[in-house]
């Protein structure tokens, strides 16, 4: 998967250079490329904004350093060898785009080009957004009802929530099966030793090498959790994934 990040601050995703993600890249499982929106401006003082049509508040970012930053960022480096003719995605952040969730996630780790446009100010010039539906498949994305100062964070989230699920990325993909979400629920709490922690012991179910008793257990304490923390999720479940003793807790 290639990924391209456009921003006027690229040091902000420096933190995609550690962890899992710095590794999937030294791997060549990702290839992640940022680019400093700056690079396309033309004037001395390489200005990316300017006053608002309308009058209000603040700086919109201007439409032509957006298009030559975007246009480098579809044609860098060669298509992937047998990938299918695929538009690439261009995500932008944005508290008016669609709720970014792990269903995203899952639906853009199989994409072979994801392009993120990290906007600033009062947003980009929204004829940018209808110039790139030529070449790209354009997705106005929102981490949640708040709002931040850029894109960079949410990208950061995005790309981390992505790339953890190309495979190879992660080591042991068990791990993604049963975390929160997978599967329209939240984790189940997890505990490791000591057996007593200040006073406090560890449910005896998981010291009892029972595997049915302590899947069950697990499955209990995920049902109970979503229910009394996102009764939202509950509503949206699928009842033909429950199993009976699941209608019971
Ligand atoms: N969910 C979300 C995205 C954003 C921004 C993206 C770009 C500037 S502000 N705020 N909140």
Request: proline share 7%; charged share 25%; aromatic share 6%.
């Amino acid at each position: 998967m290639r990924i391209d990040v456009v921003s006027i601050f690229p040091e902000y995703l420096s933190a995609l250079d550690l962890s899992l993600i710095g590794k999937a890249r030294e791997q060549g499982l990702l290839q992640l490329t940022v680019t400093d929106l700056r690079e396309f401006t033309a004037d001395r003082h390489r200005t990316v904004d300017d006053t608002p049509y309308g009058g209000g508040a603040g700086m919109v970012m201007k439409p032509e350093p957006w298009a030559l930053a975007l246009d480098a960022a579809r044609t860098r480096g060669p298509a992937a060898a047998g990938a299918p003719e695929q538009r690439p995605v261009l995500v932008v952040p944005s508290p008016a785009g669609e709720v970014f969730t792990q269903a995203t996630a899952r639906e853009l780790a199989l994409r072979e080009h994801l392009v993120f446009a990290c906007g600033r100010y009062e947003g980009i010039d929204e004829r940018v957004v209808e110039w790139s539906r030529e070449h790209f498949e354009v997705r106005p994305m929102s981490l949640g009802d708040y709002v931040l100062n850029g894109g960079e964070v949410a990208v950061l989230a995005m790309v981390e929530a992505i790339g953890r699920l190309v495979p190879g990325v992660i080591g042991n993909p068990e791990s993604l099966v049963e975390e929160s979400h997978a599967e329209g629920l939240l984790e189940y709490p997890v505990y490791t030793k000591p057996a007593l922690w200040r006073d406090r012991p560890v449910p005896e179910v998981l010291l009892s090498g029972h595997h049915g008793r302590i899947a069950r257990w697990r499955r209990d304490r995920q049902l109970q959790r979503t229910a009394a923390r996102r009764p939202d999720l509950v509503a949206a479940l699928d009842p033909a994934g429950l199993d009976r003793a699941d209608r019971d807790v």
